[in-house]
């Protein structure tokens, strides 16, 4: 009866872990990127627009001029207020102002030869990168 008793109780806080898990990663207060859901289909990530909030996402980078690079080409997505890439967390904070797709802003890095959660960049632009910009390995 214990042990009967013992596993309905795991079982509850399984359960209600997986709810708060889910509310933490698909909530606006998530520290995880703000547009991107592992629970959700890509397809309805894609197509959303954000008119004024942040986006927070992991960009691949070593340097200041990594911090540079990546800064500037998310500034040059339209709607982009501010963008501010953290060199020791690799963390890309993007303030918005105006309608943008998400996708816009984490292609536009990639472009500029920096991988990040979204989209991995060409060998090409990877290649064009400085010398000491080099951050696979």
């Known amino acids: 009866m214990k042990t009967v008793r013992n596993l309905v109780l795991i079982m509850v806080i399984l359960a209600i872990n997986t709810v708060v898990l889910n509310a933490q990663c698909c909530g606006k207060d998530s520290k995880k990127s703000t547009t991107s859901c592992n629970h959700e289909k890509d397809s309805t990530n894609k197509s959303q627009i954000m008119k004024v909030g942040s986006l927070n996402f992991k960009v691949d980078g070593k ?32 303030n918005l102002n105006g309608e943008v797709k998400p996708e816009d802003v984490y292609q536009a890095v ?12 060409t060998d090409k632009a990877y290649k064009a990168l400085p010398k000491c910009c080099k951050y696979r390995i």
């Open 110 to 121: 990639a472009n500029a030869g920096h991988d990040n959660e979204k989209f991995k960049a």
């Open 63 to 94: 340097c200041d001029m990594c911090k540079d690079r990546i800064e500037k080409a998310a500034l040059g997505v339209k709607g982009v207020q501010s963008a501010v890439w953290d060199t020791e967390t690799h963390q890309l904070s993007v």
